[in-house]
């Protein structure tokens, strides 16, 4: 019997089983109604001696719109119910497992997947990206798996398109053809280059939009502006239609907007239109609780643990300070869901992910995606007074199953200058820090760049032209992450009590407002002054019932911003600092300037820094122009540079911010920069 054969027949049973063990649940308490395998198949090798296997396939939810965990869900009470009175859900999801359960931890990550993309891999080094996902290379050392974790990455956001390389999530719809629900609806865009055709969802069109209800509707409406903040020229409705042309001729797409004149680059454009059909975004939120409870509490789950951990970068970092916001850490019986949280690189963001017609892909980003209900208040976890608005609230106000859930928020450099970062932990009037729970920890990388680091090399053609500055931001954050979670780890299973934590604060006088940096004289690079900017916002009437009848919001006072006070080489203080800041070669900016394109150069590039290696001599330092320490005044040779390395990571290893075992990567990527930018006589 051939592999592919024995796995299908092996689904087959298991699908079986499953069926067999949900049959006789109470189906008001039965939130995980069904486990549907399209796969089960052996990872070949082993990690640390423990076999895997990968299962995929479709997890089927029901809610009840009467229990109270529910009741946040928007719309939740107008979807079409089963017989059982329920509202039903399907998710895609893949699981990483032991198979045998005598080798496997106690303990799930539940990878909160981004746009439909597994995120837990950041945790692996030396991944072969082309192997097969049933090869041990595919997953390179594999951190969480030598450790016997189960791994589940979740389908649960509907505007994903279904595709072999993503996890879909289809949610209930509400409204119907005789009784239609309509709403307004936003799309914005920043044009980069020469286009006939603007998608209506987020990212250029990888993700889905809501179709216009009537094309023909006076409402709709396609503007045009300068700045984000700029004056909005309306473009008449004569010189564009909701169409598309790719190639071909021009076709009615109530998905896109066309305009035959083309868009310009480096404008924003920006559609308001009456949609329809929209879906009960927030059951996205209930169906990460929901596998998590299940794998917890169903003694008949696929891989039943005691501890479940939720992982979640970027989008969905946003995804679970808005879960914990919003009380969904509690399921139907009232018990915690999830036991503690990574909250990787969501600044001080929530997002659009239970609010009706929410757009789950949309974002708040230094010169696109404006305005959306990303970046509002509460930021921070403890209570505290909006100065201009009198609202008081924290982010945890609400903590129904998670008074106990242990939370990790943490953020690199980028994520002060492009995600409001210094919101999560000062007043809103910009005067104080502001401290965290007992039960959590704030950790900031600094000079990381969003969420991982640049390919190293960096190559040659990414040079920024007049200068030693190259593109992206190679230093190493990873390593910082894998000794995190560790912790996160072994503080949910055993209650060790992880490293303290390390951010820049107002009274150390790490953190400062982005005019007051004061950057390194660096020649022909300019510098970074304007970071992303939230704003309070009134999107309407209804919109604490998650209805939005002003698009596009108004906008009132912004919030006071700061940023990582930075040393005499430009690197950041107030964090945790790697082995690259401690024993620098180079200059880690973790935000880019838009130098090149088409307009608003002073502006900010979306998730990637600037790595400017330092000059090797004095007399180079000189020659240049440039304020920065050279190499040869530093270290003087490469001996005494791998002193300084050695000691720095010996630091790192003692503070718990690097794992021991990985001191030999740290090391030899040192010596690689070294190599390429170091001193070429030694």
């Known amino acids: 019997m051939s592999t592919k054969t024995r796995g ?21 308490l039965a939130r995980v109604v069904r486990i549907e395998i399209v796969s089960r198949v052996d990872i070949s090798g ?19 719109p009467l229990n109270p965990s529910n009741a946040q869900i928007v719309d939740l009470q107008l979807a ?45 080094l030396d991944r072969k990206f082309r192997a097969s996902p049933l090869s041990t290379d595919f ?28 996890l879909h999530f289809r949610p209930p719809h509400v409204g119907s053809p005789a009784r239609p629900i309509t709403g307004l609806v936003r799309s914005d865009i920043t044009i980069d280059a020469p286009t006939t055709t603007i998608p209506l969802g987020h990212f250029l069109g990888s993700a889905v939009g809501y179709p216009v209800a009537n094309p023909n509707d006076r409402i709709n409406m396609l503007t045009v502006r300068d700045s984000p903040t700029g004056r909005r020229t309306i473009v008449p409705r004569s010189q564009w239609q909701f169409a598309r042309q790719s190639g071909g001729p021009v076709v009615a797409d109530p998905r896109s907007v066309y305009m035959a004149s083309g868009f310009t680059p480096g404008k924003i454009y920006e559609v308001v239109y009456r949609a329809k059909d929209p879906v009960v975004v927030g059951t996205g939120l209930a169906a990460i609780r929901d596998i998590a409870s299940y794998l917890k509490y169903d003694s008949g789950a696929i891989a039943h643990v005691r501890y479940g951990i939720g992982y979640g970068v970027s989008q969905t970092g946003r995804f679970i300070r808005h879960f914990l916001y919003q009380g969904f850490n509690a399921d139907e019986r009232g018990r915690a869901a999830f036991d503690g949280f990574f909250v990787h690189t969501a600044g001080a963001g929530r997002g659009s992910f239970n609010h009706r017609f929410a757009q789950p892909s949309r974002d708040a980003q230094p010169y696109s995606t404006f305005f959306y209900p990303t970046d509002v208040f509460p930021f921070t976890s403890v209570v505290t007074r909006d100065p201009v608005t009198g609202e008081r609230a924290g982010l945890r106000d609400n903590l129904r199953g998670s008074s106990a859930t242990k939370v990790f928020y943490v953020d690199g450099g980028y994520e002060y200058w492009g995600r409001a970062g210094s919101l999560t932990h000062t007043t809103p009037d910009g005067k104080q820090d502001v ?9 900031v990388i600094s000079s990381a760049q969003h969420s991982s680091p640049s390919a190293w090399p ?38 060790k009590a992880p490293p303290s934590s390390s951010y820049p604060t107002l009274s150390q006088k790490t953190l400062v407002r982005p005019a007051d940096v004061q950057f390194p004289r660096i020649p022909n690079l300019p510098v970074a002054r304007i970071p992303e900017q939230p704003y309070r916002m009134n999107f309407g009437s209804r919109w604490n019932h998650g209805i939005i009848d002003r698009e596009p919001p108004t906008i009132g006072e912004p919030y006071p911003l700061f940023v990582s006070r930075v040393d005499s ?41 600037t790595f400017i290696p330092l000059p090797r001599t004095e007399a180079e330092r000189r020659a240049s122009g440039d304020s920065r320490p050279s190499i040869e005044a530093l270290y003087g040779d490469r001996t005494r540079f791998l002193q300084r390395v050695d000691e720095s990571l010996s630091s790192l290893i003692v503070r718990r911010y690097l794992l021991p075992e990985d001191s030999l990567t740290a090391r030899n990527r040192m010596i690689d920069v070294w190599n390429r930018y170091g001193l070429k006589s030694n």
Do not use: C, H
């Open 46 to 64: 082993t990690f640390a001696g423990r076999a895997y296997e990968r299962i995929a396939g479709r997890v089927y939810f029901a809610f009840d």
């Open 569 to 609: 080489i430009g690197n950041e203080l107030g964090g945790i600092r790697s082995v690259e800041i401690l024993a620098p070669l180079a200059t880690y900016y973790p935000w880019q300037l838009r130098t090149g394109m088409p307009a608003a150069s002073d502006q900010l590039v979306s998730f990637r820094g």
């Open 80 to 124: 079409p119910r089963n017989p059982n009175g329920e509202v039903e859900a399907v998710s895609e999801f893949v699981m990483l497992r032991p198979k045998d359960a005598a080798t496997a931890a106690d303990v799930a990550v539940i990878d909160i997947v981004n746009r439909g993309g597994m995120t837990t891999l950041v945790f692996d």
């Open 435 to 443: 401290g965290f729970l007992p039960t959590e920890r704030r950790y």
């Open 8 to 28: 299908r027949s092996r689904s087959t049973v298991f699908l079986i089983v499953a069926a067999l063990l949900f049959a006789d649940a109470n189906a008001a």
């Open 458 to 495: 960096l190559p040659d053609s990414g040079q920024i032209a007049g200068s030693a500055a190259i593109r992206g931001d190679p230093l190493d954050q990873r390593l910082a992450l894998r000794a995190l979670m560790s912790s996160l780890i072994d503080w949910v299973t055993s209650n």
């Open 139 to 166: 997953y390179g050392d594999a951190p969480l798996m030598k450790r016997g974790v189960t791994i589940v990455a979740l389908g649960w956001q509907w505007d994903v398109p279904p595709g072999a390389n993503s």
